[in-house]
């Protein structure tokens, strides 16, 4: 366990449908990222916040998705009319910028499956 | 693009042996450098991380090697061990810009008995 935890662990939506998963980092981390990952294949990246700052957002992050961290602890990623296409493992880390590294600390991810 | 790639997708090794895990990496300007282990259902865990001035860093059984000449980075696991099954990552980012984390497709070590 490494502290950041997600919610929920899986998540099973028909398409059009909105969904919402959670993301609590690590207490004292000011900087929490969101990844997608599909079978086979690595995270990939889809945005990160610093506090409770959206610094960058990828180009996998279509119009649908959208991320908040409002009191710059926890966070939650909305996913609007969900496609097949969008089932994949939603990945959250969070790391501490000033800490001496910028190692990123994973969560267990949420499991979206898109029927 | 940029991106970190694997040379081997699966590796099988006995019980027992070293394990060496390879990783090409494309970008000049990363800096950073880790080795993350998924297992099944489970998020990346980190293992080990080496910064672009040091070309090795031993950990607890694990070795992490640099060679910034031709971007390669290798993951060695010493007596391997049933529990060390999973698919491992390596991945590169840049420190203290905006440190997202490019991973590469996995190599999957599987221990035979």
């Known amino acids: 366990d490494t502290g950041v935890s997600q919610n929920p662990r899986h998540k099973i939506t028909k398409r059009g449908q909105n969904v919402t998963f959670r993301c609590d980092p690590i207490?004292?981390?000011?900087?929490l990222y969101w990844y997608r990952q599909t079978l086979g294949q690595g995270p990939e990246f889809l945005t990160y916040?610093?506090?409770?700052?959206?610094?960058?957002k990828s180009r996998l992050l279509s119009d649908r998705f959208s991320a908040e961290r409002p009191k710059g602890s926890f966070s939650t990623l909305e996913i609007q009319r969900t496609e097949q296409g969008d089932s994949a493992m939603y990945l959250c880390?969070?790391?501490?910028?000033?800490?001496?590294?910028?190692?990123?600390?994973f969560g267990p991810g949420t499991r979206l499956t898109v029927l | 693009g940029e991106s970190v790639g694997l040379h081997l997708p699966t590796l099988s090794v006995q019980e027992g042996d070293n394990s060496i895990i390879n990783c090409a990496y494309s970008?000049?300007?990363?800096?950073?450098f880790i080795w993350y282990k998924q297992e099944s259902g489970k998020g990346p865990q980190f293992i080990i991380d080496?910064?672009?001035?040091?070309d090795k860093r031993q950990g607890q059984r694990v070795t992490v090697l640099l060679n910034k000449t031709v971007k390669h980075l290798s993951l060695q696991i010493a007596a391997t061990q049933p529990g060390d099954s999973a698919v491992y990552f390596c991945?590169?980012?840049?420190?203290?810009?905006?440190?997202?984390?490019?991973f590469g497709k996995g190599t999957r070590l599987h221990i035979l008995p």
């Open positions: 880390a969070s790391s501490l910028l000033g800490g001496g590294t910028d190692t990123q600390y």
């Open positions: 970008n000049s300007a990363s800096d950073y």
């Open positions: 916040f610093q506090n409770e700052a959206q610094l960058e």
């Open positions: 991945a590169e980012t840049t420190m203290n810009r905006d440190d997202k984390i490019i």
């Open positions: 080496i910064r672009s001035n040091m």
């Open positions: 207490s004292e981390h000011n900087r």
